[in-house]
Nanobody, 127 residues
Framework: QVQLVESGGGLVQAGDSLRLSCAASGRTSDGMTLGWFRQTPGRAREWSEFVGGIMWKDGDGYLPDSVKDRFTISRDNAKTTAYLQMNNLKPEDTAVYFC?????????????????WGQGTQVTVSS
């Protein structure tokens, strides 16, 4: 199994930045892909919005068009922690942010394809 723990959420104002962290432990491997998702009220987690993914082996990242001009994704060289840097935050970015992992080496944007999930971290952006 893979254990994931998110941190770094909080209450910020529009235009501020936040960096979310996802600490990964357990059976992590180079064959793993980690994704970031965000869940808004009224939406089930399996329908969460994909906001970024990273290949654990080489750190190759992917961001959807909806956030790529404001968000960046990375991981540390020790392959223990992934990061989601969010800049110029907007009220519509308010959500619970999750990191999730799957054993595969291609990006998948569908939440239900990820097996392991963290507990989530709340991000609230006030206008």
């Amino acid at each position: 199994q893979v254990q994931l723990v998110e941190s770094g959420g909080g209450l910020v104002q529009a235009g501020d930045s936040l960096r979310l962290s996802c600490a990964a432990s357990g059976r992590t491997s180079d064959g793993m892909t980690l994704g970031w998702f965000r869940q808004t009220p009224g939406r089930a987690r399996e329908w969460s919005e994909f906001v970024g993914g990273i290949m654990w082996k080489d750190g190759d990242g992917y961001l959807p068009d909806s956030v790529k001009d404001r968000f960046t994704i990375s991981r540390d060289n020790a392959k223990t922690t992934a990061y989601l840097q969010m800049n110029n935050l907007k009220p519509e970015d308010t959500a619970v942010y999750f990191c999730a992992a799957r054993y595969a080496t291609r990006f998948v944007t569908v939440a239900s394809q990820y097996l392991y999930w963290g507990q989530g971290t709340q991000v609230t952006v006030s206008s």
